[in-house]
């Protein structure tokens, strides 16, 4: 074992610096510490150094340290006084900058990376630093990197949805160096002059965009334009919807990013090319130089093609492992795979630390390990005995298809955890659907994409033909993907693993693969697996006590900007979900989709009870759809109230689709109780169907589901978007009855409703305002903060306190904002 560390040495190191920089991104502001460590072991080492000593573990505190220093530019930047943050969320201004990479098109929008020059406003203008990200809408000019631009916009400081666990955004863009954004029409957007500079980036641009316009140019329809894209240069903004979550249930969505297999082919064409090159020429021949040579000039075209496809993380990797295997041509030397692995990773770290948090590192690096890792076990290694050479050809076949399927098994094994965590799917026929689609994608698709590439400075006629094939046949290729994908048992849906059950995870699989092994292994593998099988029980005890055992009422108002959605967890595990929140436009943000799925996966909530749609707005409704379509579902609760809009249709459909449970609004019981949690539907009355059409002021808002949620003397109150007139109609009916412990505040704090006499009726200790920061409606209304702070209520914010989660045993309440202050974290962690 000592022997295997000390011939990896870079192994530990990396570790090491990996644990850094996940240090630096939770607790930055620290560096001093982190030099003295440098120093402090550097002098130790010296001294080690002087006398012979071992000095083996002294080197791990100083990549510890030296990780750390290096994310602290990311997560603890030092802004200058004219940084563009400085200058957000206030008024409009007169941005002018500079397009720092190809602008990327995305549901009938342009999203621009602007290096910001100046900002001006009044006639004067001064010089500002930092990056921007700018949303322009249809119709748009043809835009290119270098460009520089002038546009009037209000910059906002970039914001995230706060709830717990959820997608940290805010860190996302930081990672990218983007600080603001900016949202406008195509009329406010000015080219001023076009870029003329043929810098090295600029050229590499170029060669991506008019590679990507040969591909648009060609007569083929379909979705195979935008993968193509990805195939070949790198750019998956062009993939629908549609088709990318067809590759994902096929198991076979790394595909689509440019990484070992691409690079591969260009490296091995290349080095057969310049070594059947090279065989000419006497010099290379009597030097023994044919494959030194080759290696050496293969590594051109590697690279080249590495920063037209764009440098992913993904890419990076392949590029310097085959880098890597390339210089053993040179220096005679068989490379290592787990050094070279670690060589990948530990360079592209200490060039781009943010790296190791992007999920593209994680999947490719992990598959990549796993793949080395399981072909190293000698059970494996044994299957490909040299001696076999002599087998027939049906045998020597068998044998290959057989090594695919255990590439394809161990990579799918590896990444299975990432993949729960970030996508919370698994595809139950990956395996097949590589066989089956890789081949034909690796062989035939990507390599005629890629002579198109390399064709294209000598004749574009060539490369375009080259293109046409390529792309016919991956249309007929991306229909057997779409086929596999619409299998019923394709993929499922799974809940979200914490780091823990991750880690653990990963023991156990290493401890499954090492039973068999003879001596000290195999006797840590066995109490690894005792271990993770103990620690697993405990942790599915936990979660099992949280879902299903606690014999509390526990209430979460989750932060969807502006909209409405609470979470409501009754004792026994029942689940009700009141409202979903939305954007006006499911394609351009779906609420449900990324911000409410995934809160509720993260909890192992997997079935949802009953859906409560208070009333059928965007703002309510949108975040539902994907609920509906993907989560177990029983029942629905409306007003049966309708809305002329495709959502509420499509919504409307999913639900006879998927045979989930509605009653007409006037046929449902106005009481229920569940596990000692009772419901009551105060409003709107049976018959308010006929009533609106005499009283006109029974509009979409008025006529919301009012329901009052109770648990032994504490209740909460959610009452939609009802107004004055309905909170009127309802404090006649229902009086005293309206009484309750917490306010979900009507309208998100409109200044129609929360009227003084609807208040005073319900006497709320606590309001919760449901609104987002700085809405276009700029609630809540002023005069209704008074209101409430006049009636002596507490009031939370979720644009402001992100998510409440409430909970009672129906005696004391308690109420935790995920955000205690005004003060927004940062990098509030690293999941």
């Known amino acids: ?96 900058g500079v397009v720092d990479k190809n602008p990327e098109t995305y549901n009938d929008r342009l999203g621009i990376i602007l ?21 322009v809408t249809k119709p748009f000019p043809d835009i290119f990197v270098g460009d520089r631009l002038s546009l009037i916009s209000k910059i906002r400081l970039i914001r995230n949805f706060n709830n ?51 591909i648009d140019e060609t007569d083929e329809s379909g979705n195979q334009l935008g993968v193509l894209k990805a195939l070949i240069v790198g750019d998956r903004t062009g993939i629908e919807k549609i088709a990318r979550e067809a590759f994902n249930r096929a198991g076979i969505g790394h595909i689509l990013a440019i990484s070992g297999l691409h690079i591969g082919i260009i490296a091995t064409a290349s080095f057969i090319f310049f070594r059947w090159l090279l065989s000419y020429i006497k010099f290379f021949i009597w030097n023994a130089w044919t494959k030194k040579g080759a290696a050496i000039l293969s590594l051109f075209p590697v690279i080249l093609y590495g920063l037209i496809s764009g440098m992913s993380p993904s890419t990076q990797r392949a590029v310097i492992m085959v880098t890597v295997f390339l210089m053993t041509f040179l220096f005679e030397r068989e490379q290592d795979p787990m050094n070279t692995l670690a060589m990948a990773a530990m360079i592209i770290l200490v060039a781009h630390p943010p790296s190791f948090f992007s999920i593209s590192f994680q999947l490719s690096f992990i598959a990549v390990l796993s793949i080395i890792y399981g072909w190293s076990l000698r059970h494996i290694k044994s299957a490909d005995n040299k001696k076999a050479i002599n087998d027939g050809w049906h045998i020597r076949i068998t044998r290959k298809l057989f090594s695919f399927v255990l590439v394809s098994f161990f990579a799918i094994l590896g990444t299975l955890p990432i993949v729960m965590f970030y996508f919370n799917q698994i595809s139950l026929v990956g395996i097949a659907a590589n066989l089956l689609i890789v081949p034909i994608i690796g062989f035939v698709v990507v390599p005629l994409g890629l002579i198109s590439v390399f064709l294209y400075p000598l004749s574009i006629f060539v490369a375009s033909i080259c293109i046409k094939i390529s792309a016919g046949v991956l249309a007929y290729t991306l229909s057997i993907v779409h086929y596999i994908a619409g299998l019923p048992f394709a993929a499922i849906k799974t809940i979200t693993p914490n780091f823990f059950e991750m880690c653990c995870y990963y023991i156990l699989a290493w401890a499954i693969l090492n039973l068999n092994r003879i001596g000290l292994r195999q006797k840590t593998a066995i109490i690894a697996a ?81 859906i409560v749609l208070s009333h059928p707005n965007a703002d309510h409704l949108n975040g539902l759809l994907y609920i509906a379509r993907h989560f177990n579902v029983k029942r629905l609760w409306c007003n049966s109230d309708s809305a002329d809009i495709d959502s509420y249709r499509e919504f409307m459909e999913i639900i006879k689709k998927n045979r989930i449970e509605t009653v007409a609004f006037k046929d449902m019981p106005r009481s229920y109780e569940i596990n000692g949690a009772s419901f009551k539907i105060l409003y709107p009355p049976k018959d308010y169907i006929d009533k609106r059409k005499n009283e006109k002021w029974r509009n979409i ?58 208040l005073q009726k319900i006497k709320p200790e606590i309001v919760i305002i449901s609104a987002g920061w700085k809405n276009s409606f700029r609630f809540p209304d002023p005069s ?32 935790k904002p995920f955000i205690t202050s005004s003060f927004e974290p940062l990098f509030p962690g690293l999941f």
């Open 1 to 96: 074992m000592a022997y295997r560390i000390c011939s990896r040495p870079i192994i530990p190191l990396l570790i090491s610096m990996i644990f850094g920089i996940v240090s630096g991104s939770w607790f930055s502001g620290n560096a001093i510490w982190a030099y003295f460590t440098i120093f402090l072991c550097a002098g130790l080492i010296l001294l080690k150094i002087i006398y012979k000593k071992n000095r083996f573990f002294l080197p791990l505190p100083v990549f510890f340290a030296f990780g750390y220093l290096l994310i602290q530019p990311w997560v603890a930047p030092l802004f200058p006084s004219n940084h563009i943050t400085n200058f957000t969320d206030n008024h409009q201004w007169e941005i002018v």
């Open 115 to 135: 290096r910001v020059e100046t900002l001006g406003r009044d006639n004067s203008s001064f010089p500002v630093e930092g990056n921007i990200r700018v949303t």
């Open 164 to 214: 717990p666990g959820g997608f940290d955004y805010r860190r996302y863009m930081a990672f990218k160096k983007i600080w603001g954004s900016a949202y406008i029409p195509d009329k406010r957007l000015v080219i001023l002059n076009r870029n003329s500079a043929m810098g090295l980036n600029t050229i590499i641009e170029k060669v991506r965009s008019r590679i990507s316009d040969l």
């Open 530 to 610: 005792a271990f993770v099988i103990f620690a697993g029980s405990v942790d599915a005890c936990y979660w099992a006590y949280n879902r299903f055992w606690r014999n509390d009422l526990r209430v979460t108002v989750i932060d969807v900007g502006q909209g409405s959605c609470a979470l409501v967890e009754l004792p026994g595990g029942h689940c009700f979900l009141v409202d979903g929140g939305g954007f006006s436009d499911n394609s351009i943000f779906d609420v449900g989709e990324r911000i409410v799925a995934p809160f509720l996966w993260r909890k192992k909530i997997k079935t949802i009870d009953t």
């Open 701 to 758: 808002n008025n006529n919301s589901l009012v329901i009052k949620v109770s648990f032994g003397s504490k209740s909460i109150l959610f009452p939609g978007d009802i107004m004055a007139c309905a909170e009127r109609d309802i404090v006649a009916t229902h009086g005293d009855e309206l009484k309750s412990t917490v306010l979900i505040a009507p309208h998100h704090g409109s200044k129609t409703s929360s009227t003084a006499m609807f």
């Open 784 to 815: 209704v903060l008074k209101r409430y702070n006049e009636n002596g209520c507490r009031i939370f914010r979720t644009d402001k306190n992100g998510a409440l989660a409430i909970s009672t045993d129906g005696k004391a309440l308690k109420i």
